[in-house]
């Protein structure tokens, strides 16, 4: 644990934390059961308003520390192992388990929208989707411009996240518009490593003030959804992505063991957590009638954050290969080079 960068973990963890939460409670929502649409949509429109726009801050921390050391080319190779290889198994995988499993589940898939996932997205695969572009988009650009040249990318990267009708209204330009601002500001972050001053403590209360301000203001005074993009969503998502980072930052002075795990296991709690999570619902409902929304998400968020942990020890513990990640790239550099002979 020791060599780790805790406080990522503790912002990973936080993250994935709010994923579960959010697709359990919108499932309970769905489902009919007798939630609260008031506490629903309030905590639903605050978590939505700054979890995915974490995750890909936090992707982007890493970012250049991998492109200087294994180049574009190579490193859109890698992450078509570790992010376009498990976003196509596991988008099959759920996709024909929802399929099949129709009649008990809130929503229908038919196998054909199930095998459109090379054009079409779905589920909450399409941050896997998204985030291969981003990386893809990134490394080619910053092969092209210097590290210095970082916040130019930031401020076109603002300019085409406030107006999105600078591009087509087609979901691939979507993804980057909505999301390529918060991969960059996680480039400029550590390129100036800003995570030195994270521990000062007048930034902790400064950030709490601002994140409670900002989500009342948004929500309350101005009406807004995190539907409505533009200037005031974009500085939410940001104040609230510093607000985590400094909090994870305070958190991780003493690590816990289980909140790193659960951090640095981050993305296979998001491939299975749909599963578990939903898996759990129809039992307690249809098994044993269970109509308390609290139990749902309490045991429904418990599920899907542990149950994934449970099959990442055992298959980890069985060694059993290709489950998260495939060594594609290794295949398509062989490709290559048997070509080149010929």
Partial sequence: MK?????????????????????????????????SPEFYEIA????????????????????????????????VKSKVDTIFYPYVIWSILQGVLEAFLSSYTNGTITYFEVFSLFWLPR???????????????????????????????????????????????????????????????????SSYSMSDYLLR?????????????????????????????GIASLL???????????????????????????GSSSMPIYLMHIIAGSGIRVILKNNFAV?????????GCFFGIFAPLLALIIINKLKIPYIFSAPISRLMNFSSKKIDKI
Avoid: E
Avoid at 60 to 72: N, R
Avoid at 124 to 130: G, M
Avoid at 163 to 170: A, L, N, Q, T, Y
């Fill in 123 to 189: 589920a909450q695969f399409w941050f896997l989707y998204a985030l291969f572009i981003v990386f893809t988009i990134a490394s080619i650009i910053f092969t092209v411009v210097s590290k210095k040249a970082a916040i130019v990318v930031f401020l076109l990267s603002v300019i085409l996240y406030i107006s999105p009708w600078m591009i087509p209204d087609f979901f691939v330009f979507n993804f980057i518009s909505q999301n390529f601002v918060f991969f960059v500001l996680g480039i400029i972050f």
């Fill in 44 to 75: 639903y429109g605050i978590v939505y308003s700054f979890h995915i726009p974490l995750f890909f801050f936090l992707s982007g921390l890493f970012f250049y520390s991998q492109l200087s050391k294994k180049g574009g080319l190579n490193l």
């Fill in 201 to 229: 403590g007048y930034f902790f209360v400064f950030a709490t003030c601002m994140f409670i301000i900002g989500q009342f203001l948004f929500h309350n005074i101005f009406g807004l959804s995190f539907l409505d993009k």
């Fill in 3 to 35: 060599h780790r960068s805790y406080w990522v973990d503790y912002a990973k963890a936080i993250g994935i934390i709010l994923v579960v939460y959010g697709h359990i409670a919108r499932g309970i929502y769905n489902a009919g059961i007798n939630i």
């Fill in 291 to 299: 109509d308390s929304a609290m139990i749902h998400l309490v045991v």
């Fill in 236 to 262: 939410l998502a940001i104040v609230s992505i510093f607000f985590v980072i400094i909090l994870s930052s305070w958190a991780s002075l003493k690590p816990n063991r289980l909140v790193v795990f659960i």
